[in-house]
């Protein structure tokens, strides 16, 4: 083993630890310390469409799935005394080594750990797992033969895991009833199956059972389109009808001014439109790739090629589409004064300037929880995980 010796500490580091364990290895070398925000450095990471892109898809990547106890367990150390040297606005100062673990840190820590219960998420319903677990799931929707069983099959296991994967990265600050839960549940996955066998029996008259690979996956990627479009959003409806009965909080640099159901409304409808969205790709991307393979006269001949074919491409759909779906919109939403309530109109801020803007949360799932005020939402969001850090699910 390769190993460096720390002569300020006269201890052995082993350098294989760290590099099999993502942990970055310690440093001795002075450095002036700067004052940084955890919170505002992944706000200003995420402030750009792209920058939200690149983020969500460092979180979802699957080759990032596994992570060590050792790993998990330093970077939960790590997180806990950042937030011990916290001032009162939020901020540490540290080196510039301190900031790289601190970030590689909340990284670890977020692919992990639950930011409520602080308990970890068992790994198949974690959002590194997301191309692993729909792999063999969005296989089963496009490239199996689409007989009644297969079609009821693959669309129940496909709202049954996203109905896991809620519950298991829920909000636990808010409480939902197992009444609510079996609701959404119900709901979506009649929903889904109902729509893909409707789907079923118009994609006959194209004929699908036959002819080029492109327009079988187009034709079947179409139907779990719409059956994954109609479950997520009566899902998402269901689960989320309480916060637009209440109302959720809206704020303007950090104070909260009290609970708007138009607010709520708007955050329903833009979580609702990432759901929409994410499973566009599934009729665009796969039959794309197909019809260049087979314009490029590459297409696999034996069962088992196209077989092999399908699972790379059905990986690379869903490891593109779902980081442009959830990128769509920021985990925080500016929101003029004029499209909520009466009493949110003549409001001042602590300077006695009046308040032309307030600020809502969207909702879906949220990694990072370091001095945000949270409303009750539940983390959802491919049955869409949408963010300031970002947590999410299936391919719904």
Known sequence: ????????????????????????????????????????????????????????????????????????????????????????????????????????????????????????????????????????IVFGMLCVPQTLLNVVFFQWINQTYNAAWNYSNRNATCSFSNKELAMSYGAAASSSIGVALIGRELAKRFGTSAGRISKQRFVNGAVAMCALSCAGFLNLYLIRYNEMRKGIQVSYKGKDFG???????????????????????????????????????????????????????????????????????????????????????????????????FTINKGLQMLTKLNHNQSCLLYTSPSPRDQRGSRMPSSA
């Open 1 to 136: 083993q390769m190993c460096i010796r720390d002569r300020s500490t006269q201890s052995t580091w082993d350098i294989s630890q760290f590099w099999m364990s993502n942990i970055p290895p310690p440093t001795t070398a002075p450095s002036k310390k700067k004052e940084f925000n955890l919170g505002q450095e992944l706000k200003k990471q995420q402030d750009t469409y792209l920058g939200r892109v690149l983020y969500n898809f460092s979180v979802i990547n699957p080759l990032l799935a596994y992570v060590s106890d050792e790993s998990a367990k330093w970077a939960k150390d790590k997180m806990e005394e950042y937030k011990r040297k916290q001032l009162p606005n939020g901020s540490v100062y540290l080196s510039e080594q301190e900031i790289k673990e601190v970030l590689e840190a909340n990284k670890i820590y977020n692919r992990v750990y639950h930011p409520d219960t602080k308990e970890k998420v068992l790994a198949p319903f974690r959002m590194s797992w997301f191309v692993p677990v729909n792999l063999p």
């Open 259 to 357: 609970l708007s159901k138009k607010a709520a409304k708007i955050a329903v409808v833009k979580s609702a439109s990432t759901r929409a969205v994410l499973p566009i790709p599934m009729m665009i991307i796969v039959p794309g790739l197909w019809r260049l393979i087979e314009a490029m006269k590459l297409a696999p001949k034996g069962k088992l090629g196209i077989i092999a074919a399908d699972m790379i491409i059905v990986a690379l759909q869903l490891t593109i589409s779902l980081p442009l779906a959830l990128s769509l919109f920021t985990q925080e939403v500016d929101v003029p004064k004029e499209k909520l309530e009466p009493e949110f109109h003549n409001l001042k801020d602590a300077e006695g300037k009046p308040i032309s803007t």
